[in-house]
């Protein structure tokens, strides 16, 4: 596709549910990152994965979190039993591989936990 | 830990002012440190970038000033426009890496 798309735009959701979230990278894109934004507290990484290469885990900030890639191209992360403090915006973006720089992101989850 | 620390939060300029916006890294192995756009309701989007072999980079309005000594890096919109109203992130990489290190954020109103 022609840019980084992200399902849904919007996401409530009742504490202790679990919910996903999508990401469609650019094709041929083969890195894929997600990132999470919260008021006031900037983009926060979260995981990264890179073409076939065990992905990179070390943001997620509990066991609650996780996240797969299938075939190397669509994402989808999974919040288990969410809390509030899970409310956030979830940003992924994609790259070329060997481009480190130049992310770029998708529009993003809004998750709201009530 | 906050790797990289962005100042001020949030910021107000008058149409065709200046508006600055600053950075300060810890980490001496980032070697790229980019600047990200970010609109309401969208996602960031690179505005520039600089690496510290070079002290000034400038595209159009906005120049990146870098200083290696003390582990700076700033972002000057000249002639700020009301559609410069977004939120702005700096960001560094270390070695090739691909993961980006963000800032905090600066929010940026330009008033008329």
């Known amino acids: 596709g022609a840019g980084v798309s992200q399902s849904p735009s919007n996401k409530v959701t009742e504490k202790g549910k679990d919910v996903e979230l999508r990401c469609d990278p650019i094709s041929g894109h083969t890195a894929l990152y997600w990132y999470r934004q919260s008021l006031g507290q900037g983009l926060e990484f979260l995981i990264y994965f890179q073409g076939n290469s065990a992905p990179d885990k070390s943001g997620l900030p509990s066991d609650r979190f996780s996240a797969e890639r299938t075939g190397g191209s669509v994402s989808t992360l999974t919040i288990q039993r969410t809390q509030q403090e899970d409310s956030a915006v979830y940003l992924c973006?994609?790259?070329?591989?060997?481009?480190?720089?130049?992310?770029?992101f998708g529009s993003g989850t809004r998750l709201t936990v009530v | 830990q906050q790797q990289v620390k962005q100042s001020p939060q949030s910021l107000i300029v008058q149409k065709g002012g200046i508006s600055i916006i600053n950075c300060a890294y810890e980490n001496t192995a980032f070697d790229y440190f980019p600047w990200y756009q970010q609109f309401p309701g969208k996602g960031p989007a690179l505005l520039i970038a600089i690496r510290p072999d070079v002290s000034e980079k400038k595209e159009g309005r906005f120049t990146i000033s870098f200083n290696k000594s003390a582990k700076q890096f700033s972002l000057h919109i000249m002639d700020s426009q009301p559609g410069d109203s977004a939120t702005y992130f700096c960001?560094?990489?270390?070695?090739?890496?691909?993961?980006?290190?963000f800032g905090t954020g600066t929010q940026l109103k330009v008033e008329l």
């Open positions: 973006a994609s790259n070329r591989q060997g481009a480190p720089y130049g992310y770029t």
């Open positions: 960001a560094a990489n270390a070695g090739g890496g691909n993961k980006l290190t």
